[in-house]
């Protein structure tokens, strides 16, 4: 059975730092790219960031680009997602899922995690 | 980007009845290597998103064959052939075939009557 647990969201202060991460299991981890996806509070879903399944090759949304970076630790199966310079618009559940076989960082999403939810206020 | 637009945003049908969602990109979204990169997740209330249909028109495992994907090119449509009250939330469609981003549409918000 796959398995997504995030964890790491906090209530951090504006221009402040927060690392997620998501463990994963029931899948072959390194073989699958990853994408965390957000949902802001009366908005819909935004996607933020993806990453291959080796990790060579990663991808963010623009309104991340420069301030987050993921990366994944194949020996802990377990995906990160680190934040910087934080904004109050950055406020929002944040989701990781696996993607649909054959993993390729192109495909849709087809698991997804229960959320832990970042909050940006001072 | 490619922008996806869905409508309506939101639908009231009463139980047993049929619902219909579209969805239309700013580009198509077939890629060259055969696929049609659409597809759609439901968020249900208090839960995270669940995939429903992937590529268009494939059913992922457990999706009640009450949910049909079909279209082609930029426009695409969700059909549920009799709504149950289990099918409450905000339903989603999302390309892939440009990265980055992948784009969602704005959501349609589905309630019983």
């Known amino acids: 059975e796959v398995q997504l647990l995030e964890s790491g969201g906090n209530l951090v202060q504006p221009g402040g730092s927060l690392r997620l991460s998501c463990a994963a299991s029931g899948f072959a981890f390194s073989t699958y790219a990853m994408s965390w996806v957000r949902r802001a509070p009366g908005k819909g879903l935004e996607w933020v960031s993806g990453i291959s399944g080796s990790g060579g090759s990663t991808y963010y949304a623009d309104s991340v680009k420069g301030r987050f970076t993921i990366s994944r630790d194949s020996s802990k199966n377990t995906l990160y997602l680190e934040m910087n310079s934080l904004r109050a618009e950055d406020t929002a559940v944040y989701y990781c899922a696996k993607s649909l076989p054959p993993g390729t960082a192109r495909n849709g999403v087809d698991y997804w995690g229960q959320g832990t939810l970042v909050t940006v206020s001072s | 980007d490619i922008v996806m637009t869905q409508t309506p945003l939101s639908l009231s049908v009463t139980p047993g009845q049929p619902a219909s969602i579209s969805c239309k990109s700013s580009?198509?979204?077939?890629?060259?290597?055969?696929?049609?990169?659409l597809y759609w997740y439901l968020q249900k209330p208090g839960q995270s998103p669940q995939l429903l249909i992937y590529e268009v028109s494939n059913r992922f495992s457990g999706v009640p064959d009450r949910f049909r994907g079909s279209g082609s090119g930029t426009d695409f449509t969700l059909e549920i052939s009799r709504v149950e009250a289990e099918d409450v939330g905000v339903y989603y469609c999302m390309q892939s075939i440009q990265l980055p981003p992948k784009t969602f549409g704005q959501g349609t918000k589905l309630e019983i009557k």
């Open positions: 580009q198509r979204l077939l890629h060259s290597d055969g696929k049609t990169y």
